[in-house]
Nanobody, 121 residues
Framework: QVQLVESGGGLVQAGGSLRLSCAAS?????MGWFRQVPGKERSVVAAISWTGGSTYCADSVKGRFTISRDNAKNTVYLQMNNLKPEDTAAYYC?????????????????WGQGTQVTVSS
């Protein structure tokens, strides 16, 4: 069992930046960040392979968000720049059961509790 703890969320003005961190209690494989707003399904934002050599970003955040990881610290990051009000959501870190990058929610078996990001206009 791996526990994931997110941090770094908060309130920011449009155009601002935040960096989310996800600390894992043990070794993890491919990792992902998802987000969810009330009444909608949780959707993938970004994903990264076990080595960090492959990354994926959803079209809605491409060019603004960057996912990275430090396996020595069992930590994954999501750097979010040029934030927009539509980025407002609860952000969740998740650990996959595979080494390779994946953006399918069903491939993720461990989930954090989430951290809220609110972007004001």
């Amino acid at each position: 069992q791996v526990q994931l703890v997110e941090s770094g969320g908060g309130l920011v003005q449009a155009g601002g930046s935040l960096r989310l961190s996800c600390a894992a209690s043990g070794r993890t494989y491919a990792m992902g960040w998802f987000r969810q707003v009330p009444g909608k399904e949780r959707s993938v934002v970004a994903a990264i392979s076990w080595t960090g050599g492959s990354t994926y970003c959803a079209d809605s955040v491409k060019g603004r968000f960057t996912i990275s990881r430090d396996n020595a610290k069992n930590t994954v990051y999501l750097q979010m720049n040029n934030l927009k009000p539509e980025d407002t959501a609860a952000y969740y870190c998740a650990a996959s059961k595979y080494y390779s990058i994946t953006y399918y929610k069903s491939d993720y078996i461990y989930w954090g509790q989430g951290t809220q990001v609110t972007v004001s206009s």
